[in-house]
């Protein structure tokens, strides 16, 4: 009996407990932002290496020491929830004062009308410092909805020993031609090793963004008045690759299915020569691969161009903030040259500011992949599907079938060709 | 007549079958426990194994500092006790009231109960959002409390009241007959009974309020709040790029409350189980 009195009384004091903790929690936090004493304001960073983690921690330190006016308080996010989070924290007036996403996901809320335009509030520095091109991936409407921070390319991941076993001399180019590697990959393919794994388990991203290599737009128009166009240009990478898998048989076919982490183990132990995996994939070869695998990231991918999509990490402001101006000021300090170098260099990803690329380059000595993912930068550029309202759906619903579907040898690619046409006219009510 | 005349060969395949969905079951579990032993380099090995060649702490201890879980484990705790309390509180005379009075209400607030399961919770979120918000109640674990009873509130109407309907009615009849009035009755006849039921209904709600993640992401926004599903999404990242380790490692950490709290009330809970099984 004793004992169930005592979970008893404990149940009913965890009770008290919560209410009485969570009550005073919500009084003290309620005041932050009054007129009175230093603003405060919130930064939901999404970074996820440690080491970025610590220098976006370092960044919001040092802004504390210098502006005791302007406080901004850290609060840790997740890639992986920030959509959701954000739909209802901006409907309720609700989000954080300075918002991390990235611009694909970002568009869609600016084009509600949910982002403070940053143009008037940027430093000239900080405007001359990112590419054009970046830019465009963060204009909607004409306003400066975010600030481009960290951007990602998709680069090709070299077994050195297998390759030079093979034959095939390491690309040390600018760029690398789309028939050098689909050359190299068919030399480097033997009975126990396939020349490349490529992680195509969600395709349309690395299909519509790599494409733009032959010309490829997709889409013409924005918002919700956009049409489709699947033409040569559109369908030469997903035939390219077709070709490597089928006819070559350079790609492992199960690759195709994978995730790109997926792939990886199998890069690591040798059963593939190369790997197609995003530019940040070089932290985790640095991190695992066994010390006697030798490994490059070779020159960017390039057919008619090594253009591929600008799809910027990014920091925004609620245009219902009390303090867009205070919350721009902490944005432009973010983007100062070092700022921005000691976050990307973290998570391995590329600055979107030219300054702050040649920091990277200074810090690591262009070592370990650096100097091609750095190159890489320059190629990116503002895709036409980035600014269509109706792009996540026909992804989701209509474009990473068919091409799993087109991968998976089930369809030809005349199929291909009008699945893509026509599920756009069902999901864009055309 | 088979049955009979191969009792033991039964016997052996029913173990058979019970041993697949134990390993069914249980395995998912087993390799989270060798997964948060693992170091980044033999997760990346390409050969999986079960028995990790070179077992690791670090996964742990970066779990519980990065993901400051012990405070994101006392935060869920409250919340989930405090929701389990809530929720037997208010269905127990609910449950009874449904049971026990056939009127027309009954089926129409059983089928009221099963329409409101099928909306998607994204559906309310933003409404529930603002409400909770006029009473300030968002970001507070409070407000977190209530949101998951009112989740938790149909499943446990639903199971409670098939368990006093499954209590003879007699039984309340012969406790009039000794001269117990109503409440009497409720106290000391229907709640002894219906014990295992209540325990059943309680590891539900606890472990639905321990495991939610959608309303602890809308509502929670300061780290102080942060439950342990909110707080171990942070080792998931952009493009499939995961911390598998320390996941595990913190999955695996904030499993053990409801993995003790089964156990402590096992018994207690496959006597309910299996009375509802039947006679539900």
């Known amino acids: ?430 | 007549m088979s049955v009979r005349a191969h009792p033991t060969r039964t016997r052996s395949l029913q173990y058979v079958a019970l041993a697949g969905y134990l390993i069914f079951l249980g395995f998912p579990l087993l390799w989270m426990l060798s997964t948060a032993f693992k170091s980044s380099q033999e997760l990346a090995d390409i050969t999986p194994r079960l028995i990790p060649s070179d077992p690791i702490l670090d996964n742990f201890g970066d779990a519980i500092d990065r993901a400051d879980l012990v405070h994101a484990g006392a935060n869920s705790l409250q919340v989930a006790l405090a929701t389990t309390v809530l929720v037997i509180a208010m269905t127990l005379p609910a449950a009874y009231g449904l049971a026990r009075y056939k009127t027309w209400l009954r089926p129409v607030t059983l089928s009221w109960i099963l329409i409101g399961q099928v909306f998607p919770v994204i559906l309310v979120a933003i409404p529930l959002f603002l409400i909770l918000d006029q009473f300030s109640l968002t970001d507070s674990l409070v407000g977190l409390t209530i949101v998951h009873a009112v989740y938790a509130l149909p499943f446990g109407l639903w199971m409670l009241q098939g368990y006093i309907t499954a209590i003879p009615r007699d039984v309340e009849e012969a406790g009039a007959v000794d001269g117990a009035g109503r409440l009497r009755i409720l106290v000391s006849i229907i709640l002894p009974l219906l014990r295992p039921g209540v325990v059943a209904t309680a590891l539900f709600t606890f472990i639905a309020s321990w495991n939610e993640f959608f309303f602890a992401l809308v509502l929670i926004q300061d780290p102080d709040k942060y439950t342990l599903p909110r707080t171990l999404v942070r080792f998931v990242g952009a493009s499939d790029q995961v911390q598998l380790g320390p996941l595990a490692a913190g999955a695996l950490l904030a499993t053990l409350p409801s993995l003790v709290f089964f156990l402590l009330i096992q018994r207690r809970l496959t006597a309910g189980l299996l009375s509802g099984a039947v006679k539900g």
């Open chain 1, 1 to 430: 009996m004793n004992v169930k009195h005592l979970a008893g009384v404990a149940l009913v004091a965890c009770l008290v407990a919560s209410c009485a903790t969570s009550t005073n929690e919500s009084d003290e936090t309620s005041d932050s932002g009054d007129s009175e004493g230093p603003v405060t304001l919130r930064f939901n960073s999404l970074a996820f290496q440690e080491p970025t983690i610590e220098a976006s921690k370092a960044i919001v330190d040092a802004w504390n020491a210098e502006h005791p006016d302007i406080q901004v308080e850290y609060v840790q996010g997740s890639w992986d929830s920030v959509h959701d989070q954000l739909v209802t924290q901006l409907q309720t007036g609700k989000a954080p004062d300075i918002i991390h996403d990235e611009s694909a996901d970002i568009s869609g809320f600016a084009r509600q009308g949910y982002l403070a335009d940053l143009s008037p509030y940027l430093s000239d520095e900080v405007k001359d410092a990112v590419p054009e091109g970046v830019w465009d991936a963060v204009t909607v409407d004409d306003k400066v909805i975010a600030a481009p921070t960290l951007l990602q390319s998709y680069m090709v991941f070299a077994n050195t020993d297998l390759l030079q076993q093979a034959g095939v001399d390491i690309p040390a180019g600018e760029t690398w031609a789309w028939d050098d590697f689909q050359a190299a990959a068919a030399k480097a393919t033997t009975d126990d090793t396939y020349g490349v794994a490529w992680g195509l388990a969600e395709p349309t991203a690395t299909v519509t963004s790599l494409g733009m290599n032959f010309g490829a737009t997709f889409f013409d128009g924005e918002g919700d008045d956009a049409d489709i166009t699947v033409g040569d240009p559109e369908l030469a990478l997903p035939a390219r690759i077709h070709e490597m898998t089928y006819d070559d048989q350079s790609i492992d076919p199960t690759s195709l299915t994978l995730s790109g982490s997926d792939a990886l183990p199998g890069f690591l132990h040798g059963k593939y020569a190369m790997t197609v995996q995003g530019s940040y994939v070089a932290q985790q070869l640095v991190q695992d691969a066994p010390e006697d695998f030798h490994w490059a990231v070779l020159p960017p991918l390039s057919a008619e161009s090594a253009a591929q999509a600008a799809n910027p990490q990014t920091l925004s402001v609620p245009a219902e903030s009390p303090h867009v101006e205070e919350a721009a000021e902490f944005i432009d300090y973010f983007m100062a040259a070092q700022n921005l170098a000691k976050v990307a260099e973290g998570d391995w990803l590329i600055p979107a500011s030219s300054e702050a690329s040649d920091a990277v380059a200074a810090d690591t000595g262009g070592d370990n992949g650096w100097n091609e993912i750095l190159n890489s930068g320059e190629y990116l550029t503002k895709a036409p599907f980035q600014s269509v309202t109706n792009y996540p759906q026909w992804d989701d619903q209509i474009a990473t079938p068919a091409l799993q579907k087109y991968f998976a040898d089930e369809i030809s690619l005349d199929e291909l060709q009008a699945e893509l046409t026509d599920g756009w006219a069902d999901v864009s009510g055309g």
